[in-house]
């Protein structure tokens, strides 16, 4: 099962050289991000840098866009995204942007037009919130961080 949606993306000046976001294969959940880097940016480890991507977007009322690390950065170079996932909200109409960090033992560079994240539109539900007494009870009740002992 497949649904499209039609969202208004704008190049940014100085970035017709760079591809849009695109899936990279059929059944993929994300598209890969661009770097809007004009000079290469050095990212030493443990330092973190905001890349940008060149576009901003117009999402529809309804749906956000989460920008998360892709796999084979992190696990070859220990590259992610700070904010994993980042928020791209509804009514943003900036550059989209990604935050950087470098996990990995040695420094990592990061060139124009190379994929550095996944973007991933989803829809979104508004929460009204139903103030109560008490909640209902389950057989976790409270239990968390580790109640399982695994």
Known sequence: ????????????????DLPLP????????????PAAVVD????????????????????PDGLEAQVRPRSGLA?????????????????YRGEVMVALINHGDAAFTVTR??????????????????????LTTTDRGAGGFGHTGH
Not at 1 to 16: C, E, F, H, K, Q
């Open 1 to 16: 099962m497949s649904t499209t949606v039609s969202v208004a993306i704008l190049r940014l000046p100085g970035n017709d």
């Open 22 to 33: 695109a899936y990279q294969s059929l059944h993929a959940a994300a598209m890969d991000l």
């Open 40 to 59: 290469p940016v050095v990212l030493d480890p443990g330092r973190r840098a905001l890349v940008p991507c060149g576009f901003a977007i117009a999402l």
């Open 75 to 91: 696990i070859r170079h220990g590259i992610t995204v700070v904010n994993a996932p980042g928020t791209i909200d509804a009514d």
């Open 113 to 134: 037009g190379m994929r550095v994240a996944q973007l991933l539109v989803a829809p979104v539900l508004r929460v009204e919130w139903q103030e109560t007494s008490e």
